[in-house]
């Protein structure tokens, strides 16, 4: 058996942990440790990588997989919300950066072919920074999120249909109808889609629910399954993997997928952003570094000031204009594609591909740092900023996430603690993994999750770190001391309730965190239900509540 791949596969995480290892001690963005790695590993230092096609195919999964995340939490309210944004934004890319490269590279000495080329490169942002930022900072939901997201969505049918023109063009087709050809196929993938995403995927996803497992196999079957039909069509698998993702949005199951998925994508990441730092040779850099150099500052500058000046002329506040322009401050890997391509095709020499591939790894790195400090920059430059603000603005659509009341299970006695909640008129929001118990919250139009309350990244999307009561109605003692460690740690200030039935259990689970752990045999839940009416989410209530529950169990001690 041959384990060339997988000695290479290994010493890539190798190389790739010790570069995090140092970012993560500098407090560096770890997009830029895994560029380095692949750099060390790659032809111009180490050279351990012998197996190039198969670490492609591994980052295309990652690509895949994060997209289909993305794609599981748009819906068409957000396109709505960001449509008129998103379309003056990329037209304002589209002209002014595109003019803007033309220029620059014409001054450089390029062709008219060679300019044109270079400057479609510059209008592609890049998708897989651009969203992995935001997930990372679970800021998807965020105005700016949603501009940036509709703006890389049409940037990518854009770039597609440019990548179509290059590699027909030197072929005695026209390019025109296949782009009409490609539009007809685009149009029919749509509506299978809309077929089976709006009709028939509803009535088959209670069964794959059924078993963690099952909905967890289905959903890499569909990411998968939908991005190989619209690469086989024409269209790239990014397009296909978020367009698969967008047909399961309406699902009430798309939180506890994108959960049980995110682990798999960010493996598959790594090796993306890693292969992204082999790209980088030291051959011909040398005339490659002024016009790369150019056209970052281009990137990274001016689309981020024409995009805070044509939202700030709709009327957003500067923040957002600022977030979405800084998100959006890079080059695609696409644009690096799209230039071989050409360069396959005949239409352009190799130095045209190492300064795409130079101007791509200097503004993702670059960008990387933006993004994570944007907040800090925004506060630094605000004033300044206020030249791309109207004296009337927008407000920000706040994020739905931000549910003070938290019920983790409904099976027992769900509905006393929604009714109890109701009273306490605070939004709330019930977790459960049982399709039919699903089924029964949407009928009653409850606040509902699907999924494991144990998993800790479902846990982040009802933003557990601001939640003010959290009730779990689980049996398993072990769940219950892992949630009651977790809500600990992450919001001291929440008060946690939970159940058991022996007082062994009780006293681990308050060691954990707990603030109260409601025993039948001392307090009927009836009576847990009238405390909270009358205390709502007060800790320093529950604190002495649970002190007296504690002498009277018995007298242990715990602190206060």
Not at 174 to 181: C, K, N, R, S, V
Not at 244 to 264: E, F, H, N, R, T
Not at 335 to 344: C, K, P, R
Request: glycine share 6%; proline share 2%.
């Amino acid at each position: 058996m041959n384990h060339e791949i997988f000695y290479q596969l290994s010493a890539v995480m190798v190389v790739a942990t010790a570069a995090a290892l140092i970012a993560r001690s500098f407090r560096q963005p770890m997009v830029i440790a895994y560029i380095i790695a692949g750099f060390l590993v790659g032809p111009s230092a180490f050279d351990l990588i012998k197996e190039k096609e198969a670490f492609e195919s591994f980052s295309q999964i990652g690509i895949a997989l994060l997209l289909f995340i993305i794609g599981l939490g748009l819906n068409v309210g957000i396109v709505k919300t960001a449509g008129k944004p998103v379309a003056l934004a990329f037209i304002t890319i589209l002209t002014g950066i595109g003019t803007l490269g033309f220029i620059i590279a014409a001054l450089f000495g390029f062709t008219s072919t060679e300019s044109l080329l270079m400057a479609t490169a510059l209008l592609f942002s890049s998708t897989i920074i651009v969203v992995k930022s935001l997930s990372d900072k679970r800021e998807q939901s965020r105005l700016y999120g949603r501009i940036a997201i509709g703006v890389l969505l049409v940037e990518d049918i854009f770039a597609t249909v440019a990548l179509l023109i290059v590699a027909t063009s030197a072929s005695s087709s026209g390019a025109l109808g296949d782009i009409l050809f490609l539009l007809v196929k685009g149009l029919g993938l749509g509506a299978i889609l809309i077929l089976v995403g709006g009709y028939i995927m509803p009535r088959l996803s209670k069964m794959f629910a059924s078993s963690q497992e099952l909905l967890y196999i289905f959903a890499i079957a569909w990411a998968f399954g939908v991005a190989s039909a619209f690469s086989m069509a024409g269209f790239s698998i990014e397009v296909g993997a978020l367009f698969a993702g967008v047909a399961l949005a309406s699902l009430p199951y798309v939180q506890a997928i994108g959960s049980k998925l995110k682990p798999l994508r960010d493996f598959f990441l790594v090796l993306f952003f890693v292969s992204l730092g082999v790209s980088l040779q030291v051959d011909n850099l040398s005339s490659a570094i002024v016009p790369a150099l150019a056209f970052s500052a281009l990137a990274l500058i001016a689309k981020p000031v024409l995009i805070m000046a044509s939202l700030g002329w709709l009327g957003y506040t500067k923040q957002t204009s600022f977030k979405a322009g800084v998100h959006l401050s890079q080059i695609s890997e696409f644009s690096v594609i799209l230039v071989v391509v050409a360069a396959t095709s005949g239409l352009v020499g190799q130095n045209i591909v190492t300064i795409i591939t130079l101007t791509a790894l200097i503004t993702i790195a670059a960008s990387a740092y933006l993004m994570k400090y944007d907040d800090r920059l925004y506060k630094r430059f605000h004033k300044q900023l206020s030249v791309f603000e109207r004296s009337e603005t927008k407000k920000e659509l706040k994020s739905l996430r931000n549910y003070p009341l938290v019920l983790l299970g409904y099976r027992q006695r769900g509905s006393a603690y929604v009714k109890t909640f109701r009273k306490m008129k605070k939004p709330y929001i019930v977790v459960d993994y049982n399709p039919d118990i699903i089924d029964s919250l949407e009928r009653q139009r409850i606040n509902h999750l699907y999924g494991d309350a144990t998993d800790t990244e479902l846990l982040e999307e009802i933003d557990i770190h601001h939640a003010e009561l959290v009730i779990s109605t689980l049996d398993d003692p072990v769940a219950n001391n892992m949630l009651a460690s977790h809500i600990t740690k992450a919001n001291d200030k929440a008060v946690f309730i939970c159940h058991t039935a022996k007082l062994s259990d009780a006293d681990e689970l308050y060691k954990s965190g707990a603030t109260y752990v409601l025993m039948p045999h001392y307090i009927g839940n009836k009576h847990i239900d009238e405390f909270l009416e009358h205390h709502g989410s007060s800790k320093q209530a529950f604190t002495k509540y649970r002190n007296d529950h504690l002498l009277n169990l018995g007298g242990l001690a715990v602190k206060s």
